[in-house]
T-cell receptor, first 114, second 118 residues
Framework: GAVVSQHPSWVICKSGTSVKIECRSL??????MFWYRQFPKQSLMLMAT?????????EQGVEKDKFLINHASLTLSTLTVTSAHPEDSSFYIC??????????FGEGSRLTVL | AQTVTQSQPEMSVQEAETVTLSCTYD???????LFWYKQPPSRQMILVIR??????QNATENRFSVNFQKAAKSFSLKISDSQLGDTAMYFC???????????????FGSGTRLSIRP
């Protein structure tokens, strides 16, 4: 089956620094990828839709200057958490779809901001 | 806007029993997909079962089956002969159909934490 890979799986950073998380579709091309955020014991909340070659579409309430998304190729989307603060600590998950009706998820990235 | 509601935050059953997880949704769309995803402690999202809204027949995958009631906007998951490995968070999810080659975002319910007791 289709595989989506995220890197890093776990990152710790100091407050004020920026962190980049990569999401790759390994065996298919994805013009669209999705970024979710999950707090402990809660559901996945859609943050933004990443569109290859164009600007990302952010959900209401998500700061686009805080969470920068770049989708430079058909197999790679990146999420950069800029000037990270402890409240940005969370589990971030990406997903991508080879065809409509199918969605595959990355392994997730746990961000801890000290 | 679409919403997905899971009214059971937690459930616990004995191994080998049958358990049903509830899900309701709200949408004005006529073409869409519904999913059940499982998230074990590893936090990897695993697709359990998928239902296309245009299909009247309920989807089945081995021990997992759904009861899809389109008019009532209900989509419950039944797990038969439950196993210890079924212990996980289960999320009901909705995806609007936008085209064969286009991807659409998934909206998740709040989840049900299922525990299978030995």
């Amino acid at each position: 089956g289709a595989v989506v890979s995220q890197h890093p799986s776990w990152v710790i950073c100091k407050s004020g620094t920026s962190v980049k998380i990569e999401c790759r579709s390994l065996d298919f091309q994805a013009t669209t990828m999705f970024w979710y955020r999950q707090f402990p014991k809660q559901s996945l909340m859609l943050m933004a839709t990443s569109n290859e070659g164009s600007k990302a579409t952010y959900e209401q309430g998500v700061e686009k200057d805080k969470f920068l998304i770049n989708h430079a190729s058909l197999t790679l989307s990146t999420l950069t958490v800029t000037s990270a603060h402890p409240e940005d600590s969370s589990f971030y998950i990406c997903s991508a779809s080879p065809l409509t009706g199918e969605l595959f998820f990355g392994e997730g990235s746990r961000l801890t901001v000290l | 806007a679409q919403t997905v509601t899971q009214s059971q935050p937690e459930m616990s059953v004995q191994e080998a029993e049958t358990v049903t997880l509830s899900c309701t949704y709200d949408t004005s769309e006529s073409n869409y997909y519904l999913f059940w995803y499982k998230q074990p402690p590893s936090r990897q999202m695993i697709l359990v079962i998928r239902q296309e809204a245009y299909k009247q027949q309920n989807a089945t995958e081995n021990r997992f089956s759904v009861n899809f009631q389109k008019a009532a906007k209900s989509f419950s998951l039944k797990i038969s002969d439950s196993q210890l490995g079924d212990t996980a968070m289960y999320f009901c999810a909705f995806m609007k159909l936008v085209g064969y080659s286009s991807a659409s975002k998934i909206i998740f319910g709040s989840g049900t934490r299922l525990s299978i007791r030995p």
